[in-house]
Structures are given as C-alpha cells and as structure tokens.
C-alpha cells in the first residue's frame, strides 16, 4: 500500500563563521605550503568560530534560517535533532541548548552522534518518526567545531579541517516529493583509523598524539582514504539499484566534503561528471556532518535546484560509519 504522504525537506540554512583561515595563514603555523593542500585536499580556506562564541550560537543561526525558509514559527518544530563531534558540553546536550536559543518550547531534542554521516543519519530518524504519525516538523541542526578539535601542529590533520552549522526541516509532503530511501551502515572494526576521544583514552591512542593533545582527531589518512573512495560510490550505486533509479536521472550528487580527490575517486567510479557532483570544499574545509545540509542551503540559494530534483546525498565518517540517501526534492 502506498503512503498518501512523505517526508521531505521543506526549509534549510546555514550559518558560517566570519573568520577564515587560509592556507597561507597556515603556512605560518606548521611546516606545509599551499601548493601542498590544495594539491593534496583541494582546500583553499576554511571558517573558524571565535573562541568566545558557543557551538549553539552558530547551530541556532542556522536553525533559525532554515525554520524561516519552511515558512514556519519556532513553535511549530516538535523535535530537533542535533549532530555533532564537537559540542560546548556533553550534558546539556547541543539540542536541547539550540531549543532555548531558539525558543522552540514545545519540541522534544536529542543529539545524534554518527561523525561526518550525521545529517544522513538524523534525515532516517526524522523520515520514521514522520512516517509514523508522532512528529510533523523535525528540525535536523548539524553543528561543528572542529577547530576545537585539531592539534595545530600536526599538519596531516589541521589543513583539513573548518567549522560551520547546516540545518534542515524535514515536514510531512503530499505531492509525490520527499525521500525515497535512505540507506545507513557502519564498519565498527575499522572504528580505531580515526579517533577524537573523550573522558576515555587507551595507551596506544593516546601515543600516536603528540603529548598533551589528548582530545584531537587522529587519523590513518590511508585507511581512511581506501574506505572512503570506495564506500562513496558503493553506497550511491547500492541506493540507485534499489530504487530502480538510473545515475542519468539524479541531478546533482551531494557527498560529503572531505577530500577533492576523493571526491574525483567517486565521480570516476560513478562515471558521473563533476559538474555534477556539489562541493564546496575549497572554501569550507571538511566541516563533518554540516558540510552536506550547507551545501544543499548553498545550491538551493544559487536556484540550482528546482521542484522534483533527484537528489543522492552520501557520506562517509568516523565509527566507521556511512550513509546514502535518494530524494526527490520538494521545494
């Protein structure tokens, strides 16, 4: 039997910090060029949240952008997810934290922690939960600071990294729009290649850092190279194949922005052309599970996406984990 409705994203936005940090700033910093980066990762600059300023701030501007582009008051949000690596504190989470900036008193928050795949992860929770009667408006806020997170002496990590929010309202859709499939997985196993611990670290993480940088991102960049290449098409063919979708039909691809060259990996398998596969990378660096719902803020601002756009939205990110997800779009 078919659903008389779906859930779609109805409203998105985004907020980025105003201060960018650039290669040639790091170049003052740790021992690399910018030839290096953009080469290696195709970053050119990235944005860094002022150390006086919460995480919630940035996460409530965008929340609060996206509720306005639903066309919708606060008080109609029942729930909101919120993903994030970096919060300003375990407890109280980041949700319920943007809950009281935003003045949303009557949704229900909690965080949802699935690294750089967050969004993808939060969109399957709010599509059930619509799906199932319990919620109407969901508000997906994905935050990061991974500024806060990086040791700026290890440059095999700090180039790569920026901070922004994204958000997205995901509402009930009667017109044939919305989600058609979202598809979620992890690889536990490979877990340890890139770690930021937390009240807990084990003597062999804790060597592979320099001293005194005990909660930073480490990573294997091989390993998690080799896993990413792979799993970005892997996970959209899987998704395409299921929904009988042919590649043809999806208008833009969105990954997630880690790497230029991983981005290329995925195009050449996917024999997609990268006009249209959405980055933003060269200005944002990887801001983990925002890069996604600012990028689709950004394409949908430029009027690159119109009503019943096909849409792939895939990532890949610490745990392991990934996700891919099909949609029509619905604005």
Known sequence: MTRPFKAGITGTGRALPERRLTNKDLEKIVDTSDEWIIKRTGISERRILDEDMPLSHL???????????????????????????????????????VQKEIGAEKAAAFDLNAACTGFIYALKAAEGLILSGAYNNVL???????????????????????????AAVISRVEDG???????????????????????????????????????VVWMDGSEVFIFASRIMSEATLNILQETGTDISEIKYLFPHQDNIRILQNAAKRLEMPMDRIYSNLSMTGNISSASIPVCLNEAYEKNMLKKGDKLVLVAFGGGLTYGASLLTWSK
């Open 59 to 97: 996460a409530s501007v965008a929340a609060k952008n996206a509720i306005l582009d639903a066309g919708l008051e606060v008080s109609d949000i029942d729930l909101i997810i919120a993903t994030t690596v970096t919060p300003d504190y375990l407890c109280p989470t980041l949700a319920c934290s």
């Open 177 to 215: 729009t919305g989600i058609d499939k979202v598809n979620l997985g992890a690889v536990g196993q490979m877990g340890s290649v890139l770690t930021i611990p937390c009240l807990y670290i084990t003597e062999e993480d804790k060597a592979r850092r320099n001293e005194g940088m005990k909660q």
């Open 140 to 166: 997906i806020v994905s935050a990061e600071a991974m500024s806060r997170a990086v040791d700026f002496t290890d440059r095999k990590t700090c180039v790569l990294f920026g901070d922004g929010a994204g």
